[in-house]
């Protein structure tokens, strides 16, 4: 368990973090996996679901929610049953990202995207994943989301060795229209617990500040 001072560190951070990017929470007093924000894009040019997104288009930015992250790895110290853990919380937030993103002031962003260590088993859940080709932003991300995990975790060191090839940051990116398609109202019944269910059993994932 973290220390107080590391603790109070931690604290601290999320909510300078939190206040200097705006972010918003899915639904307000309701904890969810994921906050939001809208951004002008700033990175390279990629393409999602026939989508093209460039620098200065306008897109949801998505960031994980560390605290929730932060106990679920304190409680359990066992990397991949946390993960799974996470992954039934993403199935409980997904519904409220896809009501959120119906919002007006996100009416011309056509794709969310957000930067992750723990991705692996994400694309049942209606995103893809892609490398991060600036090799600054991918030493800044990996040290920021390793230093997370060694604040809240006495085993880190351990879980980063012998999970390097899972725990690499990736860009995360899914269409508003897939994720409204796959968990807004009128999806189909069950299929977001199918996934999460098929993932508990095999799969491991997460995505980030």
Same mark, same amino acid.
């Given at each position: 368990?973290?220390?107080?001072?590391?603790?109070?560190?931690?604290?601290?951070?999320?909510? @300078?973090?939190?206040?200097?990017?705006? !972010?918003?929470?899915?639904?307000?007093?309701?904890? %969810?996996?994921?906050?939001?924000?809208?951004?002008?894009?700033?990175?390279?040019?990629?393409?999602?679901?026939?989508?093209?997104?460039?620098?200065?288009?306008? &897109?949801?930015?998505? %960031?994980?929610?560390?605290? @929730?992250?932060? #106990?679920? !790895? #304190?409680?359990?110290?066992?990397?991949? $049953?946390?993960?799974? $853990?996470?992954?039934?919380?993403?199935?409980?937030?997904?519904?409220?990202?896809?009501?959120? &993103?119906?919002?007006?002031?996100?009416?011309?962003?056509?794709?969310?995207?957000?930067?992750?260590?723990?991705?692996?088993?994400?694309?049942?859940?209606?995103? =893809?994943?892609?490398?991060?080709?600036?090799?600054?932003?991918?030493?800044?991300? *990996?040290?920021?989301?390793?230093?997370?995990?060694?604040?809240?975790?006495?085993?880190?060191?351990?879980? @980063?060795?012998? =999970? #390097?090839?899972?725990?690499?940051?990736?860009? &995360?990116?899914?269409?508003?229209?897939?994720?409204?398609?796959?968990?807004?109202?009128? *999806? !189909?019944?069950?299929?977001?617990?199918?996934?999460?269910?098929?993932?508990?059993?095999?799969?491991?994932?997460?995505?980030?500040?």
């Amino acid at each position: 368990m973290p220390n107080r001072a590391a603790r109070a560190v931690f604290d601290a951070w999320e909510a @300078l973090f939190h206040r200097a990017l705006h !972010l918003e929470e899915l639904e307000p007093g309701t904890e %969810h996996l994921f906050f939001v924000a809208r951004r002008r894009y700033l990175g390279r040019t990629f393409e999602v679901d026939g989508i093209v997104v460039r620098p200065g288009d306008p &897109v949801v930015e998505m %960031h994980m929610n560390n605290a @929730l992250i932060e #106990r679920a !790895l #304190r409680e359990d110290t066992n990397i991949v $049953r946390a993960i799974v $853990r996470l992954l039934r919380q993403a199935r409980v937030s997904l519904p409220a990202l896809a009501r959120a &993103v119906q919002h007006e002031k996100y009416r011309d962003a056509q794709v969310l995207y957000g930067i992750t260590m723990i991705h692996r088993g994400i694309e049942h859940f209606g995103f =893809h994943t892609y490398p991060l080709r600036n090799p600054f932003v991918r030493a800044v991300t *990996s040290w920021h989301l390793t230093n997370i995990l060694r604040m809240v975790n006495p085993d880190a060191d351990h879980i @980063l060795e012998t =999970h #390097r090839d899972v725990l690499q940051p990736k860009l &995360v990116v899914a269409s508003k229209e897939k994720i409204i398609e796959m968990f807004g109202e009128g *999806s !189909l019944p069950g299929r977001e617990g199918a996934m999460a269910d098929g993932q508990g059993r095999g799969e491991v994932v997460s995505l980030d500040s």
